[in-house]
């Protein structure tokens, strides 16, 4: 059962916005990366974007840079990751998921999908008119 539990998403029309969060509720790695990955139908699961939580730098992948924004909150035992997600366009279409990893750097910056170790069960955005 994955640690990371996922919601919000939907269907939206071209320009809207849509709100991903995602909780970790184990804090497995005081200092490690959160990011946001995306897998279209067919297609291979991409790397959307990712923050290092020791200095809350983040990066995105060039297709959404300026549109969507990744941040995270602090709850109660628990760690809340959003993806806020702005002028959606049919291309976002997708599942997206969350994912952790204890290794930072380029690995983070990048998005390095084998080193991410926890996964959320995925959500469905659709953006359609």
């Known amino acids: 059962q994955s640690q990371l539990a996922q919601s919000g998403g939907g269907s939206v029309q071209p320009g809207g916005s849509l709100r991903l969060s995602c909780t970790d509720s184990?804090?497995?790695?005081?200092?490690?990366?959160l990011a946001w990955f995306r897998q279209g139908t067919g297609k291979t699961r991409d790397w959307v974007a990712s923050?290092?939580?020791?200095?809350?730098?983040?990066?995105?992948t060039d297709s959404v840079q300026g549109r969507f924004t990744i941040s995270k909150e602090d709850a109660k035992n628990a760690l809340v990751l959003v993806l806020q997600m702005n002028t959606l366009t049919p291309e976002d279409t997708a599942m997206y998921y969350c994912?952790?990893?204890?290794?930072?750097?380029?690995?983070?910056?990048?998005?390095?999908?084998?080193?991410?170790?926890?996964w959320g069960q995925g959500t469905q955005v659709t953006v359609s008119s």
């Open positions: 994912a952790t990893s204890r290794f930072t750097g380029p690995y983070c910056v990048r998005g390095h999908r084998p080193a991410f170790s926890h």
């Open positions: 184990e804090f497995a790695y005081r200092d490690h990366c």
């Open positions: 923050l290092a939580t020791r200095n809350g730098s983040s990066w995105y």
